[in-house]
Every structure is written in C-alpha cells, then in structure tokens.
C-alpha cells in the first residue's frame, strides 16, 4: 500500500501529506506513529518532533524556516507558526570550505545516436524553429509594429484563428434581437482551444511565422534598462530559432541602434543573419517607412523559406528550467524530473540554464559547491548578493517571494520554495553564471540571474539562447513564448485533468507511484525531440501564448 506521506530526506523533520490527512488520524511511516493534532492537507507538511520557538525546520536536507511560536509533532506548518529562514553561505575558497564535489553522470548511451530536426545557423547553432521577428527598440514604436502585426498575420495565413470574434458576434446579433437573458450553449461550456492557421494557407511554408515583439522599455528608465533591453533584443537576433529581423526605431530613444549592434557582436562578431534596421526620424513619413519595411520584410521571408530541417545531436538543445504557479508538489514530482532530464543532457554536451534567483534561496551553499571552478561560484555569489541587496534597497526581500497560490498549496517560506525549485537543476556541475541578459555559450549546467516573474524569466532564458523551455506548474500558468516553445508539465495529475488546453505532460504519475524520476525524466526527454523537430506543437504555441516581457531593474526617470 502506497504511503500517505513522504520524507525527503533523512535529515528533515517534517512530512509531506501526499493526500488529505485529518485531525486524529494515525500516520504510520518508517516503523513511527504520528497521531495529527490538525488537519494537513495534500501537499503540506507537518513536524515530526516537537519544536520550540527558533527551531530549525529542515526540509530536502536544508534549512527551510523556524518555529514561530511552539509546533506540536503532527502539527501542520502553516505562516502563523512558520517563519522565513535560510542558511548562509560562502565562498568555495573560504577555510570553512564544503566537501569536494564529485558527479556521477548518469549512463546515456541510448541517446547518444539520438537526433532531432532543427535549422542549422551559419554560426553553428541549431534552431527547433524557423521565426522572422519584427521588434521595436522603443516603446514609442509600439504601434507601428501592430500595423506590420496586422498587415503580414493576415495576408501571410498566419492570423489566429476567429473563434472568440466569432463567438462575440453572435452575441451582438443576439442582443440586437432583443434577447437579453444569453445562455451559453453546452457544447461551449468545455470548448476545444482554436487550431493554429491551416499551413494550406500559409505563403512560406518553411516559415513557422512571423512573431513581432512589443514592450514598454528603450527610454525614459536608466541607461541600465536600455542597454539590457539591447542585450536581450540581440539574444533574440541571434537566437537559432530566428533566420532574421526587422528593427523599428525612432531614433532619439536611449535605446540606440548602435547599442544594438555592439550587443549582437559581442554574441555573434560573424553575424551573417539579415538584419533590416528602419529611424522614423531618418525616414520622413510614417507611411514611408513603413512601406519600405514590408517590402524589405517580404524578401527577407523568400530568403529564410528555403532553409529546412535536418538532423542534429542532442548536444545542440539548449533548454530552459522554469517552474510557475508552484505547488507542494512541483519539488517532488516535476521539478526534479526535468532535472534528470537536465543531467542527461550535461553528459550528452547540451545545455541548460536554471534561472530565478530569488528561487535559489537557502540553497546557494550547493550550488557554489557544485561550481567547476571559484570563477564560476564567486561570480554566483556576487549576482545573488547584488540582487538581494536591490530587493532590500526598494523595501523587499527574497522572503517574500511565495505568492499566495503557494502559500495555499504548501510552501509556506521561499526557502522551502527554493528547495524544491532549485532540484530542477539536477545534480550536474554548474559550468557558468549568465548575469542577465548575457548568452548562454558553453555546455553543460548555467546559472541565470533573473526574477521568478514567470513571463521575465522565460523572456530572459530564450533571450540567453534557450530554444526550448521545460515550465512545471502545479497550479496552471498560461505562459509561452514568441519563439521558443514551451512545454507545460503538470506536477499533479489533478492539474492536467482540470486545465488540459495548457499542459503537454502530466507528471502525476511519480506522486502516485507509476513512474520514478528517472523514468519521468526520459518520458520529457522524449517529448522534447518531438517537439524540437516540428513533429508536434506545445499547447503554448497552439494557444499563441507570445509573452514577452524584458526585465526592468532600474526606476523610470
């Protein structure tokens, strides 16, 4: 019989409730009785001992809070006797130095032969899409993208589908006819999420789509924000899954092309990829300008059709780790699944990048331990220092981290948040620190400065070269991505049966005992060549989730 509830570690003193557990009820585990003195609902957690105030609460072997005020042995951990606490740390060169790492990878010779279908870049890397992107380097364009937007999805057969314009004029006529008491039929009280456009109608076929980004930066904020927004907008350009761009500018924004074009430089000196820059300043009429960037924009379409898909090695996925919309599940179930799965491609010579610091929080000690070199963990050390200190300096703090929704659904405190976030980084070696937005350029385990923002950070993670993102939820996020797509994985299964138009993998099964980690781990695995090589789109990219949103660290001037 499957056990109610789980212990991480052999050091903790707390138990996760896997299923609702009642007031009274006697919970057997490993040869002890714990008789609850409260209710514990799934995904919670309660104390194995009785704790005085200022007792450490240690979880998945780490320091995750202290008792508030006394908690009673089978006692659930709630924010009313839990606090906030994490463990300091400190550098790799200190006396006080943690135990030499060693790794073990994990044996993957079934995947070494294994390929996937991508656009081969002249520099190298390998896309799992084929986008043209249009992207203003000031909000002030704005508008003028949304007029490229409309002409091109329309024309080319990229629109999205009509469904919900469809179902607001049937409303109209409805209401026009005097029919005020509007019943939803039956068959739209569980609709099916809309198709992506008939590829009958698309102009080039080759051409996944053209995807214009918008934003609310390039001027009027610190000289810091622009030049980052530089940055990530040349992380975009020279992304593998983007075969070129159109750039609007106004011209006196601080957000300067010549910024732009350092950035993409320092990412790519050979930069080979069509690059069509347009200054309304510089351009006499809007209608002008314009003009000549659809014309412009159209021949570079006929140019990037012709690439095409072929093999490519593992070794060239580089794959975003991000959790949203977290459970007391996620660090059980899904989190540390894509982190086998990020063992796995560490020793097939691919890449990963595990991001949100403030979701780092209590568990810096291993992974500065895990860092190839002192470079690499000072570097860690630094970026998350820094961080704190600007959360603090705007009267914040990484304690404040756990949104409501985890609050509700089991992590009390961000160290216990982080504990279970931070598994999604596996156990491989931390090969480098991209502060944000740098680019990602060797194999193997990064660290990436960015929020836990959901949309932020998958904007930073494919800005930083990602061409595929993992995003585990336990409560259900909507977020995608432009270019780079998305796959959804559910840390329960309840998740994937209630909101199953945004998730694409249910990791339900390792809660309930069907599937190990491991085994999870080569399911998304599996999934992950599928959906690299076109054969099947995320739920994401059939919604047209496009989220794109830079992050601003700065104050607006």
């Not at 279908?117 to 043209?132: A, C, E, K, M």
């Not at 909101?499 to 390792?510: E, F, K, L, Q």
Request: proline content about 5%; aromatic content about 6%; glycine content about 10%.
């Amino acid at each position: 019989m499957k056990s109610a509830v789980l212990k991480l570690d052999p050091r903790d003193n707390v138990l996760v409730a896997l299923q609702n557990l009642r007031q009274g009820e006697p919970v057997n585990f490993s040869g002890q009785t714990y008789v609850l003195v409260t209710d514990v609902h799934a995904k919670h957690k309660f104390a194995t001992e009785n704790l005085a105030a200022g007792r450490a609460l240690i979880m998945y072997g780490v320091l995750v809070g202290k008792a508030r005020q006394p908690i009673r042995m089978g006692e659930a951990l709630t924010t009313l006797n839990t606090v906030h606490e994490a463990a300091p740390y400190h550098g790799r060169s200190d006396h006080n130095k943690s135990a030499e790492f060693h790794w073990s990878p994990p044996n993957v010779d079934r995947w070494r032969q294994r390929t996937f279908l991508g656009y081969h870049r002249p520099d190298g890397q390998v896309g799992t899409r084929n986008y043209w992107l249009v992207v203003p380097l000031v909000f002030c364009e704005n508008r003028n993208i949304d007029v490229l937007k409309q002409a091109f999805e329309e024309e080319l057969g990229l629109a999205p589908p009509k469904i919900y314009r469809q179902q607001v004029a049937e409303l109209v006529r409805l209401y026009r006819e005097g029919k005020t008491n509007i019943e939803i039929k039956a068959e739209e009280k569980n609709p099916q999420p809309p198709a992506l456009p008939d590829s009958r109608n698309k102009v080039f076929k080759n051409i996944d789509g053209v995807k214009f980004l918008m934003h609310e930066g390039g001027c009027g904020g610190t000289r810091e924000d622009s030049n980052n927004l530089c940055g990530l907008l040349a992380g975009y350009i020279h992304h593998p899954n983007v075969a070129g761009v159109t750039v609007l500018s106004l011209g006196c924004q601080n957000a300067q092309m010549g910024i732009l074009r350092e950035q993409i430089n320092r990412r790519d000196p050979a930069f080979k990829k069509t690059l069509l820059l347009f200054e309304q300043q510089q351009s006499g009429s809007e209608f002008k300008m314009l003009s000549q960037a659809i014309q412009s924009t159209f021949l570079g379409l006929v140019e990037a059709n012709q690439a095409e898909r072929t093999p490519a090695p593992l070794s060239h996925l580089c794959v975003g780790l991000k959790c949203g919309g977290s459970d007391g599940f996620s660090g059980i179930s899904a989190n540390p699944s894509i982190g086998s799965l990020s063992d796995m491609l560490a020793a097939l010579g691919g890449s990963t990048i595990l991001s949100e610091f403030p979701e780092l929080c209590g568990v810096e000690q291993g992974l500065i331990d895990r860092s190839v070199n002192d470079e690499v963990a000072d570097r860690f050390i630094h970026l998350m220092r820094d961080y704190a200190a600007r959360a603090k300096a705007v009267r914040s703090g990484f304690d404040m981290n756990p949104s409501p929704g985890n609050i509700r659904d089991g992590l009390v405190t961000d160290a216990m948040k982080s504990a279970g976030a931070a598994r999604k980084g596996g156990t491989s070696p931390i090969t480098a620190v991209l502060d944000y937005p740098e680019y990602a350029s060797k194999s193997g385990l990064h660290l990436q400065c960015t929020p836990g923002n959901d949309v932020e950070c998958v904007t930073a993670q494919v800005g930083a070269g990602a061409n595929l993102v993992l995003f585990t939820t336990g409560l259900g996020t909507p977020t995608g991505n432009p270019i780079a797509p998305v796959v959804k994985i559910s840390t329960n299964s309840d998740l994937a049966q209630r909101m199953p138009d945004i998730i694409d993998i249910d990791a339900g099964s390792v809660i309930s005992g069907g599937k190990t980690i491991e085994q999870m781990g080569e399911t998304i695995l599996e999934s992950v060549i599928r959906v690299a090589s076109g054969e099947v789109r995320t739920r994401a990219e059939t919604l047209g989730q496009d989220d794109f949103i830079p992050w601003k660290r700065g104050v607006s001037l």
